[in-house]
């Protein structure tokens, strides 16, 4: 089945040591995004990709990078992750052209910093 | 920009009963609206959408949706809940064009009771 993976389903890294987070997808869509969710709140989006093209929210700290190397792989990366960090990141996918093709979730990395 | 509101951070319910949950947006133009269902420990899953036509939608595992442009709203309904329909659920919007991003309102919890 077609669908976005995420790796590792949980992850514990030390503060402020570099942690990665991955996606891959074999839908093979155009746009992929790395939204973080705080305990019982809202998903927030962080950036997102339309094929090559970056686009991050105004909001998002330096802290949060991204690389997307081909179609398939999207990757988030956190430079001095703090205790604020810990959240489940969710990648998602969607074809170009709007939400309205929907978009597919993966299910999520849990980041805990100690 | 386009925002939700749910109006209801918690909603418990007895199982076979019914239950509503509602969603009002604010958009100065046409949107796309859609649910989302999280269970525990996983990404989101697509309910349903609204993107034009009818303003009855119906999705998957026996919910529905009702858009409504004069109130502004896009309340979800299930006749008649089971166990396993305990999770949280997200209203969010999308503009239908030039902007792929979805934006999430902060959640229901619906607990489904014996």
């Known amino acids: 089945d077609a669908m976005v993976i995420q790796n590792p389903r949980y992850q514990v890294t030390q503060f402020g040591k570099p942690v990665t987070l991955s996606c891959s997808q074999t839908?093979?869509?155009?746009?992929m995004y790395w939204y973080q969710q705080k305990s019982s709140q809202a998903p927030k989006l962080l950036f997102h990709?339309?094929?090559?093209?970056?686009?991050n929210e105004a909001d998002t700290p330096d802290n949060f990078q991204s690389r997307r190397p081909n179609t398939s792989f999207c990757f988030l990366d956190i430079r001095s992750p703090g205790l604020g960090d810990a959240a489940m990141y969710l990648c998602?996918?969607?074809?170009?052209?709007?939400?309205?093709?929907?978009?597919?979730f993966g299910s999520g990395t849990r980041l805990t910093v100690v | 920009a386009q925002s939700v509101t749910q109006l209801d951070s918690q909603v418990p319910v007895f199982e076979e009963a019914p239950v509503e949950l509602r969603c009002n947006y604010s958009?100065?133009?046409?949107?796309?609206l859609f649910w989302y269902v999280q269970y525990p420990n996983q990404g989101l899953q697509l309910l349903l959408k609204?993107?034009?036509?009818?303003?009855l939608v119906k999705g998957i595992n026996g919910f529905e949706a009702e858009f409504n442009k004069s109130q502004t709203s896009f309340h979800l309904r299930k006749p008649s809940v089971h166990i396993s329909d305990t999770a949280e659920y997200f209203c969010?919007?999308?503009?239908?064009?030039?902007?792929?991003?979805?934006?999430f309102g902060a959640g229901t919890t619906v607990t489904v009771r014996a």
């Open positions: 998602a996918t969607s074809r170009g052209g709007g939400a309205g093709y929907g978009y597919t």
């Open positions: 839908l093979n869509h155009n746009v």
């Open positions: 990709y339309y094929d090559k093209d970056f686009n």
């Open positions: 958009s100065s133009v046409s949107v796309y």
């Open positions: 609204y993107l034009s036509g009818s303003t």
């Open positions: 969010a919007v999308s503009l239908p064009i030039g902007d792929y991003k979805l934006s």
